[in-house]
């Protein structure tokens, strides 16, 4: 009777918000209006299917193109807010209007979660890039960012003031603060100072109720929460206060190409067991991929492991570092280029030599826009040179799988497990993230790729972590959330991907959850749920 009556109200609910509303876009527009303690002029910031720039806009940062394509949900209004008070109704309106909010700084969301929507059929994206200064005080040691910002900018205007300063955030310069330090933030300084999230002193959010809170009113239990718990479920975070970290004035970087031919797997295997371990200057990551060997016949294909490294310091001290820790490696000062550490970050983001610090401030990204799916593991004991042969052969049928190994250790392994929501730290020797990249948007096409990436992901089980199999928040990976059970998919309880992602600071994150957003209106397919 009880369940009757509510079925019947909700039902009547609906029917009259069906009459009497206009189109989602005259509902916001006309509450955005209404707000008259917010109401400095927004017309430029609205934009809807209509609009010649809906489209542009919303590709503008969009990094996979898999999540672009026609069959996936659009939204039905872009809002741009100009100020931090348009981002508060953004959140009033939406909220009294029962409109979901996918929120966006850079854009770069493995799965598109932060502009597209599998379930939502009433959505709108709000999307940060027009909020993005940054403010960098030396004296204070210490930078302010907006989170429409990418990390490249921040890098640049930290060099533009000192060369010895630094932030210990993500290789790639194009993703956007805002989902990159709130889900972690790794890189090559990780070893030496933790991550981006281990280097946030304050932030300021738009919260449920649209309020903006720093990190005294907020209260420590949410700015714990959002060092690390995942973009989009706690608020929308408009800026964060980073801590700068020291940097000497000329670091090395080096590549150096190993292919089977010359003993990949044997290094590899050695690699693992040191790479945890090494000076805390260093970080040595491997790039794996199956290329045609260039030396033998054409056509013939082989495994390359590429050692892509960042030294905090001259080339001498790291030939000696090498030599003691990793002499098979067999590094010569040939291989090592030093340079300023602003030049060691577009190194590493694999952007041409020729190119000034200034293309950072374009947001591009040095990759092209691809169609890609990834997967992420955390690896606690080195994996046998069988298990590397075997692995080759997989690698050597499917020539679009590319995988990164990370290697973790150092001030990573010095913080606690519950210091923030990111749990992987001491014990992890290293990070994979697999990646399958293709170039065309038929079906096709793309279920082929994910097949083979899933295949690979199975294959890998005895290798890497266990109870759970662990997996990088940033590395979204909505195959995490479902269970296929003879074709059909079911969703699985969010503490499945919940504790591969924050293992048992899961439960603290719904805790906090439950506490700062009872109604659930900051959501997505893989937001913290409440309680
Ligand atoms: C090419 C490439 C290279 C990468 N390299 C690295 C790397 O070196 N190191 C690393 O750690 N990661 C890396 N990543 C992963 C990256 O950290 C994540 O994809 C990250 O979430 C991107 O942040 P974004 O703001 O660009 O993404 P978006 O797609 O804008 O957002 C991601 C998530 O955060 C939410 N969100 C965004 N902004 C806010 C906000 N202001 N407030 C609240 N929620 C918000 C979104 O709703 C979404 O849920 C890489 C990704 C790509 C595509
Ligand atoms: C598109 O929207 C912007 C911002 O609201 C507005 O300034 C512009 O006139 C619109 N253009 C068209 C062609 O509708
Ligand atoms: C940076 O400083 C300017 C000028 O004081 C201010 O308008 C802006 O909001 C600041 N940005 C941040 C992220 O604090
Ligand atoms: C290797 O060469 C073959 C034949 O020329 C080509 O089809 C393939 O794409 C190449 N693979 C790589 C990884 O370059
Ligand atoms: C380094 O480069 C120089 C000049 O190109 C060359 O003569 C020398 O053999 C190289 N040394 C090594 C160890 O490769
Ligand atoms: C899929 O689920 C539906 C509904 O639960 C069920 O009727 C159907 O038999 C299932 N199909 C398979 C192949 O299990």
Redesign the pocket.
Known sequence: MQSLSILSISIVLLSVSWVTSDSIQDEFYNCVGLKTEFSIPF?????TP????FTSILESTAQNLRCLVPSRPKPQLIFTPLTDSHVQAAVICAKELGIQLRIRSGGHDYEGISYTSEKESRFMLVDLSKLRSINVSIDDNSAWVETGATIGEAYYWIAKKSEVHGFPAGLCTSVGIGGHITGGAYGTLMRKYGLGADNVVDARIVDAAGRILDRKSMGEDLFWAIRGGGGGSFGVILALKVRLVPVPAIVTVFTVPRTLEQGATKLLYRWQQIADKLDEDLFIRVIIQSVNETNMKLGKQTIQTAYNALFLGRADRLLQVMKKSFPELGLSQNDSVEMSWIESVMHMADFPSNIQPEVLLEGKSSYPKIYFKAKSDYVKEPISEYALERLWKRLLEADSLVMLWTPYGGMMSKISESETPFPHRKGTKFMIQYMTIWQSDHEKTAAKHIDRIRGLYDFMTPYVSKFPREAYVNYRDLDLGVNKVNGNTSFRKASVWGNKYFRNNFKRLVVVKTKVDPDNFFRHEQSIPTL
């Not at 017309?43 to 934009?47: D, I, V, W």
């Not at 209509?50 to 720039?53: L, Q, Y």
């Open positions: 017309s430029e910031a609205f934009f209509n609009n010649a720039s």
